[in-house]
C-alpha cells in the first residue's frame, strides 16, 4: 500500500486457521466463496489454498455471480442462483470459506434453496467472528476471529504518531 502506514488483519494466519479448522475435522473437499474481488478476499483464499496444497488438498471456487449494476441492490446479499448452482455440482461433505461473515451467511442462503444441509453436507465458515451476525445466521455459524479491536488499537497507535509528529517505527501492521 505504498509508503502509507495500515494496519491488516493477518490474512495468512486466516487462512491457516481456516484450512487447519476443517481439515481437523475430516474434510476432503473445499472451496473458497468470493464475491468482492478485493485484495482481502485474494489473500485470504490464497492463503486457504496454500495451506490446504500443504496437505495434499485441492481448493475449488464458488464465484458468486455478477449482476448488471441496475440489477444490483444495496443489501448484503444478491441473486444466490448461480451460488445455488454450482454448490448441487460440487463434491460433499464440502468444507467452504469465506472472506467475511455476510459471504457466510450468502452461502447459507444458498444451501437452504438448494436443499443442502448444513453442516452435514456443506460447511460454512466466516470471517470476523461478528457475533450478531453469526449467531442469528440461518444456521449458528463458526468464524474465524480477526480481532477487529485489535486493528483498530494499533490504527489509533499509529494516528497518534503521526499526529505527534514521531516518526512510524512500522508501517504495516499485522494483527494475527
Same mark, same amino acid.
Given at each position: ?27 476432503? =473437499? ?24 500443504q496437505? #495434499?488438498?485441492?481448493?475449488? =471456487? ?37 472472506e467475511?461473515d ?12 438448494a #436443499?443442502?444441509?448444513?453442516p452435514?453436507?456443506v ?11 453469526c ?29 505527534? #509528529? ?11
Amino acid at each position: 500500500l505504498g509508503g502509507m502506514a495500515n494496519v491488516m488483519p493477518d490474512n495468512d494466519a486466516i487462512g491457516r486457521l481456516a484450512a487447519e479448522h476443517f481439515l481437523a475435522r475430516g474434510f476432503r =473437499h473445499f472451496c473458497f466463496f468470493t464475491r468482492s474481488g478485493g485484495p482481502g478476499e485474494r489473500m485470504r483464499m490464497q492463503a486457504f489454498r496454500s495451506h490446504l496444497a500443504q496437505a #495434499g488438498q485441492t481448493l475449488h =471456487h464458488l464465484a458468486s455471480p455478477r449482476l448488471p449494476a441496475a440489477k444490483r441492490g444495496h443489501g448484503l446479499r444478491t441473486d444466490s442462483g448461480g451460488v445455488e448452482q454450482q454448490l448441487r455440482k460440487l463434491p460433499r461433505p464440502l468444507a467452504v470459506f469465506t472472506e467475511f461473515d455476510d459471504r457466510a451467511i450468502e452461502v447459507l442462503d444458498a444451501c437452504e434453496t438448494a #436443499g443442502l444441509s448444513v453442516p452435514e453436507e456443506v460447511a460454512v465458515l466466516g470471517t470476523d467472528n461478528d457475533e450478531l451476525r453469526c449467531r442469528f445466521a440461518p444456521v449458528p455459524l463458526s468464524s474465524v476471529d480477526d480481532d477487529p479491536q485489535r486493528q483498530g488499537y494499533e490504527a489509533a497507535r499509529l494516528l497518534d504518531q503521526l499526529m505527534n #509528529g514521531k516518526p512510524l517505527e512500522q508501517r504495516q501492521v499485522l494483527v494475527e
